[in-house]
């Protein structure tokens, strides 16, 4: 079409200059010749059809080119390209916690995330095909997580043998696409473009992701009802065990009036005012003249703080302790309290000039900036390591406590209680004392990190 255009719009320029031209050689010969009015008309005649064809000609070429902008372009669409294992709605790699900030590392985890994909894809094969397919001599092994208790030691020494070779011999091959290249299936590749190699990755990524989500969903059903998903499709049907499995253990609640099950251990049965000897017990009633909070007046007085150091007040006006096990919520409580005033003496310690020994610890020189000195000195790991050991104690101390294995009350962590006063009456006020001086921290401890950061100044902010 554009061709076109051009040859009518060249014609149409040709046709305008001849017509030009005889026009002019007409209008000469009339006037140094005697011709008579037959041969003047006629060049006349001629000039005229030449214009009539330049008018034509230029009409033509506007046609042409408004049918030329009406079709519709054709544009050829480049495919973009992208990193393999991205696809959409993601458009760039996903690393929001930066673990890839480097080439090495991004490397290394993209090699630890095929493997495991790889892995998990064989294992999701492997919980499915024993319910179709068994090797000879393994008739009788069991499906799913049995199968761990169903293999002689042979097997296991077997399988630690053939998995440490292949770890310790196979190695990536040289000049391959990455560590995760191992050189086998990789002549399936010659001859591909890179755009489908690159699609043939992001498949492989995206199914090693989906197995792994699809491993641990396996195993959670198998270990949570005893058998594989396999087993439970031929038992009990695609929807698996009724809805009563899930809601068995959920307390029935109407109001403030809940019923749940009757859980023998030392602690709930002290959380609780066992009203029915039953298979439920009820937490709460509806007495005529019920007990009002002396904290709060308006509000009723929670009966499961009787007997806990400071129920006396009655003070939980959210019902914090209606839906938590009161053990529970006052050993927070008493960690968060004793953490507080650790923190409190700490920070006014640091801003009044006390150090420990060393160039690290002297250079700090604010309490403010003291985590990100630590930091960088290399301290707050190690640091770190210790209070995560301290709180694994102290979870195993709580949980053997709230299930009645050990005999243990909130807070104890068998330290010095020798110095507890043997009085019962006394003993109760240093309990007093302790939680309410922890209280007394978590707001002072709160008030000084907000104050220093607003001021820039040191404690006491003057």
Known sequence: MASLTAFVTSSAGFAHQAGHHLRHKGAAASIHTAEGPTASSAQDASASAMGSLTTAAFAAAAMMAGVAALRPRVSVRRTERRAAGVCLPLTEKFDPLDLGNT??????????????????????????????????????????????????????????????????????????????????????????????????????????????????????????????????????????????????????????????????????????????????????????????????????????????AGGEKGFDPLGVTDALPVYLVREAELKHGRVCMLATLGWIATDLGARFPGEKFQAVQSSVEAHDKMVQGGIMGPFLGALATVELYSLWLILKGFFGDIVRESGDYFVGKQFMPKDPEKEQDMRLKELENGRLAMLAFSGIATQAVITGKAWPFL
């Open 103 to 308: 080439d090495a590392k991004m490397d290394r985890y993209t090699a630890v995330e095929i493997k495991h994909g790889r892995i998990s894809m064989i294992a999701v094969m492997g919980y499915i095909f024993p319910e179709i397919f068994r090797f000879p001599g393994c008739e009788d092994f069991k499906p799913g997580l049995a199968a761990l208790g169903s293999i002689p030691l042979e097997g296991w020494i077997q399988l630690v043998a053939l998995i440490g070779a292949h770890e310790a011999l196979l190695k990536p091959r040289e000049g391959g696409m990455g560590l995760y290249d191992y050189g086998f299936g990789t002549e399936l590749l010659d001859g591909q473009a890179d755009e489908e190699i690159e699609r043939k990755q992001t498949v492989e990524r995206n199914n090693g992701r989906l197995a792994m989500v699809a491993i641990l969903g396996l195993m959670w059903q198998d270990g949570s009802f005893g058998a594989s998903p396999i087993q439970m499709l031929k038992t009990q049907g695609f929807w698996g065990p009724g809805v009563d499995y899930f809601v068995q253990d959920i307390g029935i609640c109407q109001g403030n009036m809940c019923a749940l099950p009757n859980r023998q251990s030392r602690t709930a049965l002290r959380a609780t005012d066992q009203l029915s000897s039953g298979m439920f017990i009820e937490i709460e009633t509806y007495p005529e003249n019920p007990e009002m909070s002396p904290a709060v007046p308006f509000l009723r007085y929670p009966k499961v703080l009787k007997g806990w």
